[in-house]
């Protein structure tokens, strides 16, 4: 069969493990959609993320760096330890926190998330930037079904 090309050879993956720091209740319904039948681990604030990645380990890490109205804005304030740029410094100080995990860094602010990929990558992690427009197809690209 499999040489006459009748032979189904399409395989369902295991399930992953998903961890999403995003403040947009409809982006988190996005995800739930995009991740249904995997464990997904949400969380809203740094604090929120910060527990997660030390009690818990991902296959996937997706990281939103504007979490606060006024963080839409302008990046000049002086809030970053309420972003999620405060996450790419935590796991750069944890390098022994998710080394396997691929990070994604989804925010629609290009000039943050290139520090934060900048930030992650100094300790040799697999991370990218992808517009949240993209995101859908980079993961049906990663994690197909």
Known sequence: MIRL?????STERAP???MLLDDDTRRHKWFNKRFAGDGLDI????EEAKE?????N???IFLDHD?????YESNDHNDFASTGYAIA???NERADLQRAATIIVHTRNADAAIQMVQKLRE???NVEYCAFPMLDLKIRNYWKR
């Open 43 to 46: 969380a809203v604030n740094v």
């Open 52 to 56: 997660l990645l030390a009690e818990n």
């Open 16 to 18: 992953i493990s998903v």
């Open 58 to 60: 991902y296959d996937a």
């Open 89 to 91: 410094e935590f796991l």
């Open 5 to 9: 090309g009748l032979a189904d050879l």
């Open 67 to 71: 979490l606060l109205p006024h963080h």
């Open 123 to 125: 300790t040799g992690r």
